[in-house]
């Protein structure tokens, strides 16, 4: 299983993706007793997007914090590419954040950008070298603040990243030196992280990571692609809970609840976890016979076989012939449907509930919905605005520090956005 942010642009399906505009004060919550900071609503804005997503058509007074993906990794420790995602876009990117007074990051990374972390911090003086290398791109583009988001340290993600069974204690190291520096003192600092804990130099996943907690401002853990099309069965793509699953041997894989109960246990502290949440489902070509056990009009099952082998296609984000990724790797088309895909897609009516003819279940557990289409046999596991009203209901009654959203452009006229806002406790 793996979490990772899907660059749909290479349409990947990847095997196993500020000015504080809210004076929302930090619900506390869960009596962690932690006041002061105020609430997150973040999202991932894809640069290759930005056609599709023009900024005036963002709804800035809903956020905090907007982080511009991606800065790849590149070879050389000093270097950053933004040659997929367009580098004089995102000054008027930063603009237009800080004229609606929302605090402007860039991520560096991502699923097919992260080839060369393991390296920029692998010595002494490559940290040095790639401080100077984050610092020179904030002041360049009058950034807030830097998304690390490494997939992963000590862990090749896509699959021919650098590795070195010292990612995490490097990762750190680059970080306090980070922070030492006068320029990096003020960067707001995040990383985006798995559902489970980075692994150490034992290979396991480590079970101290406070010192994390004392450089970044949040971990944000990617609660998505829990479930996908490489996976053994169809199933949820971000489930709030995977405690209560039928089968724990096989399906509790990662949820909401067991990451930040992961996270935390390595000593990051709740008001410095934002969950991330996912604006986009994942489709599974599935039978009728195994989507809908019991009949027509029966519940759809939860975590049906499917046809591996014969992927549907996503909405129009999605790319039927990418070419091979970033380690030259063939690869297919993706199936992801972003929230508004469902509604263009017919799934959906533009209401959130599901179209004539498809088949529309909630998932108990995982607290997340799912439709069916029983003549094309396309079955989707999304997310909508009750399963985020779900998850900002848990991100108020853990004291967690807010959210973050994948990706900027994925809702429909704001629909998740306003659910999970509400039950996260912002005004
Ligand atoms: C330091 O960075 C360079 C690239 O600039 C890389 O070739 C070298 O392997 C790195 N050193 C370590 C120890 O990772
Ligand atoms: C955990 O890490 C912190 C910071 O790196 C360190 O100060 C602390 O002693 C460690 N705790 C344990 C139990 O190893
Ligand atoms: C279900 O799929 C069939 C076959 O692709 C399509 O003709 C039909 O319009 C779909 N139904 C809905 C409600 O979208």
Not at 160 to 171: E, I, R
Not at 201 to 213: D, E, K, P
Not at 376 to 390: C, E, G, N, P, T
């Amino acid at each position: 299983m793996v979490t990772f942010h899907l660059v749909l642009k290479l349409g990947t399906l990847l095997a196993g993706a500020c000015h504080v505009a809210s004076a929302s004060a930090f619900p506390g919550g869960a009596g962690h007793g932690k006041p002061a900071d105020s609430l997150v609503a973040a999202s991932w804005y894809a640069g290759w997007h930005a056609d599709d997503v023009p900024l005036a058509t963002v709804s800035w007074s809903k956020y905090t914090h907007m982080t511009y993906a991606f800065a790849e990794t590149a070879p050389s420790v000093h270097e950053l590419s933004l040659s997929d995602s367009d580098a004089t876009f995102l000054q008027q990117f930063v603009s237009t954040a800080h004229t609606h007074g929302v605090k402007a990051l860039v991520s560096v990374g991502g699923w097919t950008g992260g080839l060369y972390y393991s390296t920029d911090v692998g010595s002494a003086e490559n940290r040095t070298a790639f401080v100077k290398t984050i610092t020179q791109l904030a002041t360049k583009y009058n950034l807030d603040g830097i998304d690390f988001d490494w997939e992963y340290p000590n862990s090749a993600g896509i699959g021919c990243n650098q590795v070195n069974a010292d990612d995490v204690a490097h990762f750190l190291s680059f970080l306090q030196e980070l922070r030492a520096d006068p320029i990096g003192a003020k960067l707001f600092l995040t990383a985006a992280t798995p559902v489970l804990p980075w692994s150490d130099a034992s290979g396991n996943h480590a079970t101290n990571l406070t010192g994390f907690g004392t450089v970044l401002d949040y971990v944000a853990i990617m609660n998505y692609d829990v479930w996908g099309p490489w996976a053994a069965t169809a199933g949820p793509n971000a489930p709030l809970d995977d405690a209560c699953v039928a089968d724990p041997a096989t399906q509790a894989v990662g949820s909401a609840v067991s990451a930040v109960n992961a996270w935390h246990a390595t000593g990051i502290p709740y008001n410095k976890i934002v969950l991330g949440v996912a604006g986009y489902g994942h489709s599974f070509r599935v039978k009728p016979a195994d989507a809908l056990p019991q009949g027509a009009n029966g519940p759809l099952a939860s975590y049906p076989v499917f046809d591996a082998a014969d992927q549907p296609l996503g909405d129009k984000w999605d790319d039927p012939n990418p070419g091979p990724d970033v380690c030259g790797n063939p690869q297919g088309a993706g199936g992801a449907f972003d929230y508004w895909g469902l509604i263009e897609g017919g799934f959906l009516y533009a209401d959130g509930t599901p179209a004539a003819g498809i088949s529309y279940s909630f998932d108990a557990c995982s607290q997340t919905p799912y439709v069916y289409n029983a003549t094309s046999q396309v079955y989707i596991a999304y997310d909508d605005a009750k399963s985020f009203a779900a998850k900002g209901a848990f991100i108020e009654k853990t004291g967690l520090r807010g959210f973050a959203m994948w990706q900027t452009g994925g809702d429909y006229k704001d629909t998740l956005m306003n659910s999970i806002r509400g039950a996260a406790g912002f005004a």
